[in-house]
């Protein structure tokens, strides 16, 4: 049987490797997967679009979520939510934004257009995992935000 040393060790060993930001959401790449959507979120549609491809998918979500909150401004001290059902586009303007405001997060500079306007200057966490079913396959995906270009949404 393990020493309780060493099962702490083993335990810090473990969770220590695996880096994780605000939400639970993947810190790399290695450690991205599909998080099925949560329940009575609502189901939304669209495309992902990154350099060379785009996929249209089903089940869109944030992690599993269709709200994300404290999506930080770089002009102003301002902490917003944004929920799918308002949303028209997520355009990743700087996948690696270095924020004179917030220095202490890892973001991805991004514009948000709603239904009523485009928001520029949004700071999203660059790790945050967007999840989709693939219309076509029926595959489960998963990106970080970071490695795409553009999210449009089917809203109707």
């Not at 930001?21 to 599909?34: C, L, P, R, S």
């Not at 355009?91 to 709603?114: A, G, M, N, Q, W």
């Not at 485009?118 to 998963?142: D, F, T, W």
């Not at 553009?150 to 809203?155: A, F, G, R, T, V």
């Amino acid at each position: 049987m393990l020493s309780l040393v060493t099962l702490t060790a083993l335990l810090l060993a473990t969770t220590g490797s695996l880096e994780l930001n605000a939400g639970g959401k993947a810190k790399d790449d290695e450690t991205i997967t599909y998080t099925e959507l949560g329940r009575d979120q609502g189901i939304y549609e669209g495309t992902v679009i990154e350099e060379n491809s785009e996929t249209e998918v089903t089940k869109l979500s944030f992690a599993g979520e269709t709200s994300l909150d404290g999506i930080k401004k770089e002009s102003d001290s301002s902490s917003n939510q944004i929920t799918m059902a308002d949303i028209n586009s997520i355009e990743v303007i700087d996948p690696l934004f270095e924020s004179k405001r917030h220095p202490e997060r890892e973001y991805c500079l991004v514009r948000i257009c709603t239904k009523n306007e485009c928001i520029e200057n949004l700071l999203m966490p660059r790790h945050l995992i967007i999840c989709g079913q693939a219309v076509s396959s029926r595959i489960k995906k998963s990106w970080a935000l970071r490695t795409i270009k553009k999210i449009e949404l089917s809203n109707d």
